[in-house]
């Protein structure tokens, strides 16, 4: 149960009649009580055959009914092969028996007033559930009126300038029973507006049966004819339960006899006849008689009596005259080994004629193909010879050489060595030790400048000494040295000319 304070009817079995169904209403935690009864007919009734039927009647009078439906099925015959139907025809066998196949849609019929109530079936998709659609009218009852012709039952406002509001049942899953009850909108002449689901009721499907109402949103259903509404939502859930959720193999009573023997219990009935008149059936569910001159029986029971009769034909020459006999019996054997030999012939002959079909269409199409190659070479040949080869190439191609009287004359290479400035290194000098790359070129030699110390004597020592320091530096410059030049050597006084004994052991003093 959603909520113990939700009007809940409940659908419970009659213990004196199986084929009844009591609702019980209960509402803010009250206790049951029975509200209506929910009335199936007696399949084993002539009039009950190939066809739904029920009603909804007063749990304390049955005889008073609220709500009917009555549906018949729709009838197919089976397709059968050509083999299949010449098997058939062959052995004498009756007729294929036709199918009865469940509508998607039935009416509800209302009483007190008049009133039919469509519901039609929408088949769901892959995203989609399930949902059965009906509408209701907005205004159900007329205004008092004191005139005559307002007291017409058959006069009144066209139905489709009355506003109908459209509901939808709708499953709630696609392995689900359940089902809920949306007002989705309104329908004016055809014009429908669609509208926000609000949500009216809730069924839960199982044997018993529970249709909750959901009182919250009623005040939003602008239906004049409340009790109409319920009776609908009631009736019309359980007819979907029985037709679409869960229906019985025998939902619309063709046989008749499986479904006497299950409503009774399982009980053997009593084959004596009986004195007293059968059941009357629901008044406007179920005819009287169907079998009243000049009606037309159904395809069922018209297949049920030619299978009778070819039955009871076939049996009556069977008691006085003996079966086949085996020479019969090869006959038909070799018949029907000769015939299908010759189907097989004829399947072969089939596939052959095939064959050489698709092999000529294969053979034409390579003719074709060689056809169109050559008119495209000689097509390429002729433009050839029209306008020549040359730019014809594509960009990643290499364009073709020419001859070697077109080259022009290349210029004469230099001499890496006579561009490349040949610099003299440094001259040595005395008291430096040379720790630079000699591979490096060196910078040419700078003239000498007078100074003391020059002369034959001692001026070759001072002067070397005096000119070797800036070309020193500028070395360490050249090659990238960072740190810092060398000390300068020891310099002689400027009063004399020393010797180069005496300036070694000079350089040995400073060093030690």
Same mark, same amino acid.
Request: with cysteine; hydrophobic share 30%; net charge positive.
């Given at each position: ?329 090869? =006959? /038909?054997?070799? &018949?029907?080994?000769? %015939?299908? @030999?010759? +189907? !097989?012939? *004829?399947?072969?002959? #089939? $596939?052959? =004629? /095939?064959?050489? &079909?698709?092999?000529? %269409?294969? @053979?034409? +199409? !390579?003719? *074709?193909?060689?056809? #169109? $190659? ?15 080869? *040359? ?122």
């Amino acid at each position: 149960m959603l909520d113990e304070n939700l009007p809940t009817f409940r659908y419970k079995s009659s213990s004196d009649n199986p084929l009844s169904s009591i609702l019980y209403f209960a509402q803010r935690g009250d206790e049951p009580s029975p509200e209506y009864l929910f009335k199936r007919p007696d399949p084993s009734l002539p009039a009950s055959r190939d066809k739904y039927a029920a009603a909804l009647c007063d749990a304390y009078n049955p005889d008073v009914v609220y709500a009917e439906v009555t549906v018949d099925p729709d009838w197919t015959q089976p397709t059968l092969s050509a083999a299949e139907i010449r098997a058939q025809a062959q052995s004498g066998a009756p007729p294929t028996v036709a199918t009865a196949m469940i509508p998607d849609n039935f009416n509800i019929q209302l009483y007190n007033p008049d009133q039919s109530v469509t519901v039609k079936m929408l088949q769901g998709g892959w995203n989609k559930t399930d949902s059965w659609e009906f509408e209701l009218p907005v205004q159900t009852f007329k205004l008092p009126s004191a005139s005559e012709l307002d007291r017409d039952p058959g006069r009144g406002s066209p139905a489709d300038l009355v506003p109908r509001i459209m509901f939808r049942w709708k499953k709630d899953g696609k392995l689900s029973r359940d089902m809920t009850c949306y007002m989705c909108g309104k329908n004016l002449g055809g014009r429908k507006n669609k509208e926000p689901d609000i949500t009216i009721a809730f069924f839960k499907a199982s044997r018993d049966s529970v249709v909750t109402i959901y009182e919250p949103n009623l005040h939003r259903v602008e239906v004049e004819d409340r009790k109409g509404l319920e009776l609908v939502l009631l009736f019309g859930a359980e007819i979907i339960k029985d037709l679409y959720l869960n229906p019985k193999p025998d939902v619309f009573n063709v046989s008749g006899t499986a479904a006497a023997i299950a409503t009774n219990g399982g009980k053997r009935k009593n084959s004596r006849p009986s004195g007293g008149t059968p059941p009357i059936a629901m008044s406007g569910a179920l005819g009287t008689n169907n079998t009243t001159p000049g009606s037309r029986p159904s395809p069922t029971q018209a297949s049920h009596s030619a299978s009778a009769i070819s039955s009871s034909a076939a049996a009556k020459p069977s008691q006085g005259l003996p079966g086949p006999s085996s020479a019969e019996i090869e =006959a /038909e054997t070799r &018949r029907l080994q000769a %015939m299908v @030999e010759r +189907e !097989e012939r *004829e399947r072969e002959k #089939r $596939e052959r =004629a /095939e064959q050489k &079909r698709i092999k000529k %269409m294969l @053979e034409e +199409e !390579e003719k *074709e193909a060689r056809r #169109r $190659e050559a008119e495209i070479s000689k097509e390429t040949e002729r433009l050839r010879k029209k306008y020549g080869i *040359e730019g014809q190439a594509l960009p990643s191609q290499p364009a073709p050489a020419a001859g070697p009287a077109h080259n022009p004359p290349l210029p004469p290479r230099t001499n890496q060595s006579q561009m490349t400035p040949q610099f003299a290194p440094p001259p040595p000098h005395w008291g430096y030790q040379q720790n630079q790359n000699l591979a490096a070129p060196a910078l040419p030699p700078r003239p000498l400048s007078a100074g003391p110390g020059s002369g034959p004597g001692g001026g070759g020592g001072g002067g070397g000494s005096g000119s070797g320091r800036p070309f020193q530096i500028l070395n360490s410059l050249w090659h990238g040295g960072g740190g810092n030049p060398p000390p300068p050597p020891h310099m002689n006084p400027p009063g004399g000319g020393g010797s180069r004994p005496h300036g070694r052991k000079a350089h040995r003093k400073k060093s030690m």
